[in-house]
């Protein structure tokens, strides 16, 4: 085995982890002299990960962290070949426990007195899994801690059975990597041996929050009269946490307490129905059920203290005023909305744009959203591209209007404009003015290739939304207009942009498109839910019944409609593919299978449209059937719950 040894750790874009952690050799190959590539490790906390002790990676290198010495530091690092890791066989590493140390944000190998700088080159051969740990344990170097499967590496995290004497979280990363791919590997470190708890707490009143100071997460957990914690402090360098978020305007204040409790051998600290959650002299918040727990897990819970109402937030990323919503945009994360949030003050809202995540606007209003633009793409969102998730949205009173001169087709609706269709060459010019100038034109046009991979064959989604009494008015040629989004699903020679809406609805409000310009609409897409849709619909519909948009040249309105009570039914794909309507209702007549008018053919067993439905939505959200998207309020005999997410 060689001997040199390097990791250079530098921080990089979330498409770049993309473009690195895929591993696309399928031969199986084996260490040949020469045939080699110097492997470069880019490193980083995860992104749910907040810590006092480790506020970025750069402190793992060091030993005293906040004035304490922790007397723990550094990074060990294993690589095995693929196929013996994904095997389970872990006794022939490429290298083991290889100590590594941090600066600069680079991973440096800590050598010994007589090697060589040279030495802390890697060459790769083949297909690695890498698996780092932090703390560096020197002990795990000795024949008798060797791993020799996978369930040895539990032990490797130092943990202690008292539960008072653990005074750091263990960290994780795992990745893969090959020849190919070593410029950017790239690591990412979890907590071990813990899980994660987030209480968040909203108030139009910032000064109605409790004081930081006064506050306890899970107190029976970690008790206020620990000896330990009295005397030298280290624990609470990381047990509490407290992310304030002041309202800039628009929304409601937050505080987000975080804590993380120890999970390892005797104390699995589940939480137990009556345990108290967060308790100050201001506020106290209760478990009303039992919560077993899991190992590198989050929980949630949300209260706002001044509707009173309880939240499950679905990500640590939370929005909650106009700044917060707007940061959304271009951007690939998960977030959660946690109150309502009113745009008034915003006289033109641009739409988002997102490639990739997911925006769970948890039931709460977003209001007054006024547009006025010559863009082509209108709504809250202008387009929602790639592998995205919009959900929980509750869209109030939009009013919209485009005034476009130009060729291009313009696409409105209340969610999105464009639900994952065909990129632009604009589009594209955009994600390429987003890869760091300094690299390459062949690393350039490979992360490019990479990136436009990722959104190819893709699905976007649209769940359990609603749009309150939308007006939307469309100056343009050719548009695609629809309450809930202009176009959705698209296919092109070089691969397939699939969408998916259902549980979605729309009440109410009127559509007028191309009002004195008929010859506009040549090839106008019209419909009270969407305007042209190539994707996948199930169990929405739309009330409106004012919906103006005449066909050109003053035809038959019957035989050459540009509108429908519902959606166009493109045929892009087939059913099987996802290019179907089902399960669905309009007000206005509709030709499409799936689509009925609910004033003869509502189903007995919903709750009526004028109410809160549907009644079964999102279950991903927990795996059951029983989510509600709405606001519950307080109903002690189910909330509040605990939401647990996988990073």
């Given at each position: 085995m060689k001997s040199n040894y390097i990791l250079n750790i530098f921080f990089t874009l979330a498409y770049v982890l993309l473009f690195a952690t895929s591993c696309t050799n399928e031969e199986d190959t084996h260490p040949v002299k020469g045939e080699n590539n110097l492997l470069r490790i880019s490193a980083s906390c995860g992104p749910i990960t907040k810590v006092h002790e480790l506020p970025n990676v750069n402190d793992m290198a060091t030993q005293i962290i906040g004035g304490t010495d922790y007397g723990l530091k550094n990074i060990g690092l294993y690589m095995y070949y693929a196929d013996d890791y994904q095997r389970g066989d872990?006794?022939?590493?490429?290298?083991?426990?290889?100590?590594?140390?941090?600066?600069?944000?680079?991973?440096?190998?800590?050598?010994?007195?007589?090697?060589?700088?040279?030495?802390?080159?890697?060459?790769?051969?083949?297909?690695?899994?890498?698996?780092?740990?932090?703390?560096?344990?020197?002990?795990?170097?000795?024949?008798?801690?060797?791993?020799?499967?996978?369930?040895?590496?539990?032990?490797?995290?130092?943990?202690?059975?008292?539960?008072?004497?653990?005074?750091?979280?263990?960290?994780?990363?795992?990745?893969?990597?090959?020849?190919?791919?070593?410029?950017?590997?790239?690591?990412t470190f979890y907590?071990?041996?813990?899980?994660?708890?987030?209480?968040?707490?909203?108030?139009?009143?910032?000064?109605?929050?409790?004081?930081?100071?006064?506050?306890?997460?899970?107190?029976?957990?970690?008790?206020?009269?620990?000896?330990?914690?009295?005397?030298?402090?280290?624990?609470?360098?990381?047990?509490?946490?407290?992310?304030?978020?002041?309202?800039?305007?628009?929304?409601?204040?937050?505080?987000?307490?975080?804590?993380?409790?120890?999970?390892?051998?005797?104390?699995?600290?589940?939480?137990?129905?009556?345990?108290?959650?967060?308790?100050?002299?201001?506020?106290?918040?209760?478990?009303?059920?039992?919560?077993?727990?899991?190992?590198d897990h989050v929980y949630r819970y949300g209260y706002n203290m001044t509707t009173g109402e309880i939240f499950i937030p679905t990500s640590s990323t939370i929005v909650h005023d106009i700044a917060s919503l707007r940061s959304i945009d271009d951007g690939n994360t998960i977030t959660y909305q946690a109150c309502d949030i009113d745009l008034s003050s915003e006289p033109n809202w641009q739409p988002l744009n997102i490639v990739g995540g997911r925006f769970d606007g948890g039931g709460h209003r977003i209001s007054n959203m006024s547009i006025n633009t010559t863009e082509s793409k209108a709504g809250l969102f202008g387009q929602i591209q790639g592998n995205s998730t919009v959900c929980n949205i509750n869209l109030v009173n939009p009013v919209i209007t485009v005034n476009s001169n130009s060729a291009d087709t313009c696409y409105v609706g209340g969610i999105t404009g464009r639900l994952n269709t065909v990129m632009s060459e604009e589009d594209k010019a955009k994600l390429i003015g987003n890869i760091p100038g300094d690299l390459s034109p062949v690393v350039k046009e490979a992360l490019l290739q990479e990136m436009l991979a990722g959104l190819l064959n893709s699905q976007s989604n649209i769940i359990g939304c609603k749009v309150d009494n939308p007006t939307i008015t469309v100056n343009g040629r050719d548009p695609n207009v629809g309450t809930i989004c202009g176009q959705a699903g698209e296919r092109d020679q070089d691969g397939t942009y699939k969408s998916g809406i259902w549980d979605t609805y729309s009440l109410g409000g009127n559509i007028t498109v191309n009002d004195g310009n008929i010859d506009n609409n040549a090839n106008a897409y019209v419909g009270g839910f969407c305007g042209l849709n190539n994707g996948y619909i199930s169990r929405s519909f739309t009330t409106i019944t004012d919906i103006n948009a005449q066909p050109p040249g003053g035809g038959d309105p019957i035989q050459v409609s540009v509108s429908t009570g519902f959606a166009f039914m493109g045929n892009d794909f087939t059913a099987s593919e996802g290019g179907v309507i089902e399960d669905s209702y309009a007000m206005l007549p509709d030709y499409n299978n799936g689509v009925r008018q609910m004033n003869t053919s509502w189903p007995s067993g919903w709750i009526t449209y004028t109410g809160k439905w549907p009644i079964n939505t999102i279950g991903w959200l927990n795996g059951s059937s029983s989510s509600f998207w709405y606001s519950v309020g307080s109903a002690p005999s189910t909330y509040p719950t605990l939401h647990w997410e996988r990073r």
């Amino acid at each position: 085995m060689k001997s040199n040894y390097i990791l250079n750790i530098f921080f990089t874009l979330a498409y770049v982890l993309l473009f690195a952690t895929s591993c696309t050799n399928e031969e199986d190959t084996h260490p040949v002299k020469g045939e080699n590539n110097l492997l470069r490790i880019s490193a980083s906390c995860g992104p749910i990960t907040k810590v006092h002790e480790l506020p970025n990676v750069n402190d793992m290198a060091t030993q005293i962290i906040g004035g304490t010495d922790y007397g723990l530091k550094n990074i060990g690092l294993y690589m095995y070949y693929a196929d013996d890791y994904q095997r389970g066989d872990l006794s022939q590493p490429y290298i083991r426990n290889l100590e590594c140390t941090v600066e600069d944000g680079q991973l440096i190998v800590v050598l010994g007195p007589n090697q060589n700088p040279e030495d802390r080159n890697i060459f790769v051969y083949d297909r690695m899994t890498i698996v780092a740990f932090y703390p560096y344990n020197p002990e795990m170097s000795q024949p008798e801690n060797y791993f020799t499967v996978r369930a040895d590496e539990e032990k490797y995290p130092i943990t202690r059975n008292d539960y008072s004497q653990q005074y750091y979280i263990p960290y994780r990363a795992q990745t893969n990597t090959d020849p190919t791919m070593a410029f950017y590997t790239q690591m990412t470190f979890y907590p071990k041996h813990t899980y994660k708890v987030e209480i968040v707490v909203v108030s139009d009143d910032a000064a109605a929050f409790p004081p930081t100071g006064s506050v306890r997460v899970l107190p029976a957990k970690d008790p206020v009269d620990n000896s330990d914690i009295q005397t030298d402090g280290k624990r609470e360098t990381w047990f509490d946490d407290v992310n304030v978020m002041p309202n800039t305007g628009g929304g409601s204040n937050v505080q987000q307490y975080v804590t993380y409790i120890w999970t390892a051998d005797g104390n699995r600290n589940d939480i137990e129905k009556g345990d108290i959650l967060l308790e100050s002299e201001q506020l106290t918040l209760i478990a009303s059920q039992n919560l077993t727990v899991d190992e590198d897990h989050v929980y949630r819970y949300g209260y706002n203290m001044t509707t009173g109402e309880i939240f499950i937030p679905t990500s640590s990323t939370i929005v909650h005023d106009i700044a917060s919503l707007r940061s959304i945009d271009d951007g690939n994360t998960i977030t959660y909305q946690a109150c309502d949030i009113d745009l008034s003050s915003e006289p033109n809202w641009q739409p988002l744009n997102i490639v990739g995540g997911r925006f769970d606007g948890g039931g709460h209003r977003i209001s007054n959203m006024s547009i006025n633009t010559t863009e082509s793409k209108a709504g809250l969102f202008g387009q929602i591209q790639g592998n995205s998730t919009v959900c929980n949205i509750n869209l109030v009173n939009p009013v919209i209007t485009v005034n476009s001169n130009s060729a291009d087709t313009c696409y409105v609706g209340g969610i999105t404009g464009r639900l994952n269709t065909v990129m632009s060459e604009e589009d594209k010019a955009k994600l390429i003015g987003n890869i760091p100038g300094d690299l390459s034109p062949v690393v350039k046009e490979a992360l490019l290739q990479e990136m436009l991979a990722g959104l190819l064959n893709s699905q976007s989604n649209i769940i359990g939304c609603k749009v309150d009494n939308p007006t939307i008015t469309v100056n343009g040629r050719d548009p695609n207009v629809g309450t809930i989004c202009g176009q959705a699903g698209e296919r092109d020679q070089d691969g397939t942009y699939k969408s998916g809406i259902w549980d979605t609805y729309s009440l109410g409000g009127n559509i007028t498109v191309n009002d004195g310009n008929i010859d506009n609409n040549a090839n106008a897409y019209v419909g009270g839910f969407c305007g042209l849709n190539n994707g996948y619909i199930s169990r929405s519909f739309t009330t409106i019944t004012d919906i103006n948009a005449q066909p050109p040249g003053g035809g038959d309105p019957i035989q050459v409609s540009v509108s429908t009570g519902f959606a166009f039914m493109g045929n892009d794909f087939t059913a099987s593919e996802g290019g179907v309507i089902e399960d669905s209702y309009a007000m206005l007549p509709d030709y499409n299978n799936g689509v009925r008018q609910m004033n003869t053919s509502w189903p007995s067993g919903w709750i009526t449209y004028t109410g809160k439905w549907p009644i079964n939505t999102i279950g991903w959200l927990n795996g059951s059937s029983s989510s509600f998207w709405y606001s519950v309020g307080s109903a002690p005999s189910t909330y509040p719950t605990l939401h647990w997410e996988r990073r």
